[in-house]
C-alpha cells in the first residue's frame, strides 16, 4: 500500500514539476520561434549565418558541458548527500568553493579561446592555411572574442539553475532562460527595421548575448538567496575537499559531454567543406527540433535529477526504476507525433519560419533530408534525457562517459560516410544513430542493474504509438496533397501556418483516438494527472 503511494506521489511531484518548467521552456521557445523568423530573415542562409552559428556554438558548448551538463548533474547528488548528513551551512560553504574555482576555469577558457581568436584574424593570412582564410572561418573568429563571456555567465547561471532544482524551484530558472531571447529579439529587430549591413549588426548582436548572460546570472541568484543556499564564503577554503570528490564525480561526465559537444562542433566543421548552405540547414531544423527536446525532455530530465537524486541518497533504487519506466513511456508518447509531423510537414514549417529576406526557396530545399531524419530521431533525442538522470543520480558518470564516447566514434565515422551521398542530411542520419546507439546500449546496462520495469510493455508502447502517429501524420498529408490544399498553403506563409494549425490538430486528435482504440494506457495517466492538477 505504501509503495503505491509513493508511486502516485512521485506521478505528482514528476507532472507538477515538468508542468512548471515546461510552461516556462514554452515561453522560451516561442520566443525562440520569432528569433527564428528574425535570424533567417536578417542573417540568411549562408556564409554570414554560417558564421554566427558557428561562433555561437563555442560559448554553447561551455554552456552544455559545464553549465547544464555534467557538472551540475554531479553537484545535485553531492548537495542531496551533504544536506541530509551536513546540513545546509556546510553545504553553503562547498558550493563557494565550487563557485569560486569554476569562475577562474571559466575565466581562464574565455581568455584563451579569444587570445587565439585575435591571433587568427590577424596573422592566418600569412599561414599558407586555406581553412584560416576562408571568409566565413575568418568571420567566426572575428566574432568569438565578443561571444566568449557569455559562456562563463551562463554556465554559473546553469549550476545556480541546478541548485534551485534541488531546492524544488524549477519555473523560476526556465523563466530566467527567456531573458537571452528577449535581448536577442530585439538586436535583430533593430538590425532590421534599420537595415544594417553585416558590419554593423554582427557585432553588435555578439555583444548582446554576453549581456544577456550577466541578466540571467543576476535573476537566479537572487532567487538563490532565497533558498538558504547562497554560498558561503566567510571561511569557504576550509570545505576545500569538496572539490576532490566532486571532481572525481564529474570528470567522467565533463569528459563525456564534451565528446558530446566535440562531436557537434565536428559536424558543424564538416558541414562548413559542404558549402554556404550546410550549417544554416542544420541550424534552423536543430532549432524546431530543439522546441519539443527543451520543452518535453529537458524539463522532465532536470525534475527526474533532483528526484532521482533524492531516491539514491535514500537508497531506494526501485523508485528510480519505477520512475524511469513511466518517464520513457510519457516521453515518448508525447514526442511521437511531434516527430511525425516535423517528418511529414517541415516544408510548411521552414515556409513559416525562415522563408523571405535573406532565406532563399533554395536555402529551404538544402534542409529537407536534414529535416527528415533529424524529425524522426526526436522521441531518441528526447529519451535520453530522461536515462541520464538514471545513471547520474546513482554517480554512475564513468558509465555514461564509456557509452558517449563510443557513440561518438559512430557519429564521426557516419558523418564522414553518409555526408558524401546524402551531404547535410547524412550529417543529421549520423545523428540520429549514434543517438539510437546511445540510447540502446544504456537502456541494456540498465536492465542488466534490475534498473528497468515491464521493459517489455515499454517498448510495445513505443512500437504501437509509433505506428499511430506516424499512420496519421501520412494520412493528413495524404489528404492535403490530394485535396489541393498544400498547393493553397504554398502560396503565402499565412496559408502554410493556417495548413499547419489545422494538420496538427487533426493528427493530435487521431493519434489520441487512435492510441486508445489500440489499448494505450499513456493517454489515460496523462488525463488522470491533469484532472489532479487542476
Known sequence: MNNTVNVSENKKSIFK??????????????????????????????????????????PNLLRRVLGEGALSNALIPLIAENCVNDGTGRVRKQLAVVFSVLSGILLAIVLLVSLFSIVVVKYSASWGVEFFTHPRIVLTFKLLPLLMPYGLFICLAGVVGAILHYSKIFLLPALAALLLNIVLLGGLSAAWYWSMPETQFLPMLALLVPAAGVLQLLMVAIVLVKTGLFPDFRHFWQERNILGKLFKLALPGICG???????????????????????????????????????????????????????????????????????????????????????????????????????????????????????????????????????????????????????????????????????QGGIALATVISSLFNNGVLLWLLKKENMTRNYGAVAVSFCRNAIAAFGIAFAVLMFSRSSGIEAWAAKHWMNELILLGGAGSVTVAGYSVATLVLGSSEIKELFRLLRRRK
Not at 515538468?18 to 549562408?46: C, I, P
Not at 564538416?270 to 524546431?288: C, E, F, K, N, V
Not at 528510480?320 to 509531423?341: E, G, K, N, Y
Not at 519560419?353 to 524529425?375: I, K, N, P, Q
Request: charged share 10%.
Open 17 to 58: 514539476g515538468t508542468l512548471s518548467m515546461g510552461f516556462a521552456t514554452f515561453l522560451s521557445r516561442l520566443l525562440g520561434v520569432v528569433r527564428v523568423r528574425l535570424e533567417s530573415t536578417v542573417l540568411g542562409g549562408g556564409e554570414v549565418a554560417s558564421a554566427w552559428f558557428l561562433a555561437f556554438a563555442i
Open 257 to 423: 559531454y564534451a565528446a558530446l559537444q566535440v562531436s557537434f562542433i565536428i559536424d558543424r566543421a564538416m558541414a562548413a567543406s559542404l558549402g554556404d548552405q550546410a550549417i544554416p540547414a542544420l541550424t534552423y531544423i536543430d532549432r524546431i527540433v530543439d522546441i519539443p527536446i527543451g520543452i518535453v525532455a529537458v524539463s522532465l530530465g532536470n525534475v527526474l535529477m533532483a528526484m532521482m537524486s533524492r531516491s539514491a541518497a535514500e537508497g531506494n533504487c526501485e523508485e528510480i526504476a519505477d520512475t524511469l519506466a513511466l518517464s520513457l513511456r510519457m516521453i515518448w508518447f508525447i514526442t511521437l507525433p511531434v516527430a511525425a509531423m516535423v517528418v511529414f510537414f517541415h516544408t510548411g514549417m521552414l515556409h513559416v519560419l525562415c522563408l523571405g529576406g535573406r532565406y532563399t526557396m533554395s536555402d529551404l530545399l538544402a534542409a529537407h533530408w536534414v529535416a527528415v531524419f533529424y524529425g524522426a530521431g526526436i522521441p531518441f533525442f528526447c529519451s535520453l534525457k530522461v536515462i541520464y538522470p538514471a545513471f547520474y543520480a546513482r554517480k554512475k558518470m564513468v558509465t555514461v562517459l564509456k557509452v558517449s564516447v563510443c557513440a561518438t566514434v559512430i557519429n564521426i565515422v557516419m558523418n564522414y560516410i553518409l555526408m558524401q551521398f546524402l551531404s
